[in-house]
């Protein structure tokens, strides 16, 4: 095994690095989503640029389509859309989705208010007119995470492909700061027929691993080499778990199969093999995983422990920012039978 380090000395070059990790949450080219600081606090927006058009969604005071300064909501606050996973693009409904954190959800005559909601919009950032979204989910206890703090849009929906047999088309999964999976239609997302109603989830369980928080972002993949069933990968600061997807009768429904302990960052997934930080004999390391079963394939040298760092895989080569600010790269030949698919670009 070919195993590279640095250790960077210049800030700029750490930027660098952290950029690319960003562009994993753009998911559609030249869309913007704010960032829970500044004008974020209230009137969060999404920001679309089209065919040189500027199209502006705010989560607090919807009804303005222009960007709002920090308190330009006069009926609103907060809402921030922060995930990590930043803005959500299903190819199958042609649709982005962005998940608000805390704030007021309120709709009426003076309040066009979204927090604590995944939010539907086209491409081009547009709703379907009078401040409201293509379509929406709240959750019936909006008011209860609003108080005490526990954003819904700590983490970003992930698009999950439907299992055969499905009798719904399309499905997100969400987590959030409550350490709860929700499984949403993104066909109705209410299931109450449009925008702006509470609940309607298609299932609701306790995330394994006690998966909550706001650094870890699930990972989804469909296993094409196996039985072709689809998973969602949850982590947190008491492990990783491996969650597939089944059915209930016609319905989707999550399956918890693995979980493992020790704190975890958010995974990814790479020709089959899972990786995130995560507990090595007492230590932190690199792990690979077997993603239908949680066995450990590989695990790097020694790391410092993260904060909200998550590796990724550029190339055939695993890169990651540990807590000291060292920059490991590791690579492993193609000639590797266990790991030749699983490193190869």
Not at 90 to 98: L, P
Not at 120 to 141: E, I, Q
Request: hydrophobic share 40%.
């Amino acid at each position: 095994m070919k195993v590279l380090r640095w250790v960077l000395l210049v800030p700029e070059l750490i930027i660098a690095f952290l950029s690319l990790y960003l562009v994993a949450a753009w998911l559609l080219p030249r869309i913007r989503v704010n960032s829970d600081d500044g004008l974020a606090k209230d009137g969060t927006a999404i920001y679309v640029l089209s065919n040189g058009v500027h199209t502006v969604f705010n989560a607090m005071c919807s009804t303005v389509t222009m960007l709002l300064a920090d308190g330009g909501c006069p009926n609103g606050r907060e809402s921030g859309i922060w995930g990590r996973g930043g803005a959500a693009y299903d190819a199958a409904t042609n649709q982005i989705y962005v998940t608000t954190g805390n704030g007021q959800f309120r709709l009426d005559s003076t309040h066009h208010n979204w927090g604590d909601s995944v939010l539907a919009l086209g491409l081009d950032g547009s709703g379907s007119g009078g401040g409201m979204p293509r379509d929406s989910y709240t959750p019936t206890n909006f008011q209860d995470l609003d108080n005490a703090d526990i954003d819904l849009g700590s983490i970003s929906l992930a698009i999950v492909r439907a299992p055969t047999g499905s009798s719904v088309a399309h499905i997100g999964v969400q987590g959030g700061k409550d350490a709860m999976l929700r499984i949403i239609n993104l066909d109705d997302m209410s299931g109450q027929g449009g925008p702006g109603q509470v609940g309607g989830e298609l299932q609701l369980i306790d995330a394994p691993a006690g998966a909550g928080g706001m650094r870890e972002q699930p990972a989804a993949w469909v296993d094409t080499n196996g039985d072709g069933a689809s998973w969602v990968f949850v982590a947190s600061f008491n492990g990783v778990a491996g969650v597939k997807m089944e059915l209930n009768g016609t319905q989707p429904s999550m399956n918890p199969v693995w979980q493992v302990g020790g704190a975890a960052t958010s995974p990814i997934l790479a020709n089959g093999i899972l990786y995130s930080f995560a507990n090595c004999s007492g230590n932190t390391c690199i792990v690979a995983r077997d993603p239908t079963t949680g066995d450990v394939l590989w695990n790097s040298d020694t790391v410092s422990q993260p904060h909200w760092q998550s590796p990724i895989l550029v190339n055939g080569v695993i890169y990651a920012i540990d807590g000291n600010g060292s920059l490991w790269a590791f690579g492993l030949p193609r000639t590797d039978n266990i790991f030749n698919n699983g490193f190869d670009p």
